[in-house]
Nanobody, 125 residues
C-alpha cells in the first residue's frame, strides 16, 4: 500500500499551465503504475494519464498533446503537467497507484487500489 498526497491545483485562466504533484509514502513506489484521474460533479471519475514502472505513458484523447506525465522514483513523486488548459479541464484531479496491467485496463479506475484526496483545478474562460 502507498499513501498519496496531491498538490498544485488552483484557479487559472484558459491557456495557462499548472503542474500537479503527487507525493507517495509507503512501500515500493517504483513498482507501481501511477495514474491521474479527474472528476466533476455528477460525472464518473475519468482517466487522464498514466505512467508505468518502465516509464511508458498513456493519455486520454482529450488531453493528448497538452498534458504530460512524469515520475521521479528517487522522490516517490509523480507529476502531471497541464498546458493549454481549457474550461472543460475543470475538475478534481486524483492521483492513483496500482497494477492495472496493459492496454484498456489502464483506463479502468477499478484497477487502482490507492488514491489521494484530490486537488481542485479550475479553469476560467
Amino acid at each position: 500500500q502507498v499513501q498519496l498526497v496531491e498538490s498544485g491545483g488552483g484557479l487559472v485562466q484558459a491557456g495557462d499551465s499548472l503542474r500537479l504533484s503527487c507525493a507517495a509514502t509507503g512501500r515500493a513506489f517504483s513498482a507501481y503504475t501511477m495514474a491521474w484521474f479527474r472528476q466533476t460533479p455528477g460525472k464518473d471519475r475519468e482517466f487522464v494519464a498514466a505512467i508505468t514502472r518502465q516509464g511508458t505513458t498513456y493519455f486520454a484523447d482529450s488531453v493528448k498533446g497538452r498534458f504530460t506525465i512524469s515520475r521521479d522514483n528517487t522522490k516517490a513523486t509523480v507529476y502531471l503537467q497541464l498546458n493549454s488548459l481549457k474550461p472543460e479541464d475543470t475538475a478534481v484531479y486524483y492521483c492513483s497507484a496500482g497494477f492495472p496491467g496493459v492496454g484498456a485496463s489502464m483506463w479502468n479506475k477499478a484497477n487502482y487500489d490507492n488514491w489521494g484526496q484530490g486537488t481542485q483545478v479550475t479553469v476560467s474562460s
